[in-house]
């Protein structure tokens, strides 16, 4: 997303998440949880805007953090911290997304 950091795709040891961090709750939600409370007071990463131009940094501390764990680990923790994510599926792997299957489930389908 162009104006929020960190929301991206991000490498964990098993595949792909994405995150998409919104807000300056989500950011200082996400260091906690990452375990670098200091960064809290870093100037460059004080609100969305500093963080989106210092996203190369952003987007490093965060693959460092995502890449020690499985897809599924970070999904879960991101979700108990009400960050939004999910894993990055391969167009193979899409159809076959509980989540997305299930979701076809509620639509309701209107007919001309």
């Known amino acids: 997303h162009p104006l929020c950091s960190p929301w991206d795709v991000y490498s964990a040891n098993d595949g792909w998440v ?12 996400l260091l906690n949880l990452m375990g670098k409370p200091d960064l809290l007071t870093d100037g460059r990463f004080t609100n ?3 963080r989106r131009f210092n996203k190369v940094d952003v987007d490093r501390l965060v693959n460092e953090w995502t890449n020690g764990f499985s ?11 009400g960050l939004p994510s999910g894993p990055a599926l ?11 299957v299930n979701a076809n489930d509620d639509i309701v389908r209107i007919e001309r």
């Not at 994405?18 to 939600?29: M, P, Q, R, T």
């Open 48 to 50: 969305v805007t500093l």
């Open 18 to 29: 994405i995150i998409c961090a919104s807000s300056d709750a989500h950011w200082v939600s």
């Open 71 to 81: 897809v599924k680990e970070v999904v879960e923790a991101l979700k108990k911290i």
């Open 90 to 100: 391969s167009p193979t792997e899409v159809p076959f997304d509980k989540d997305l």
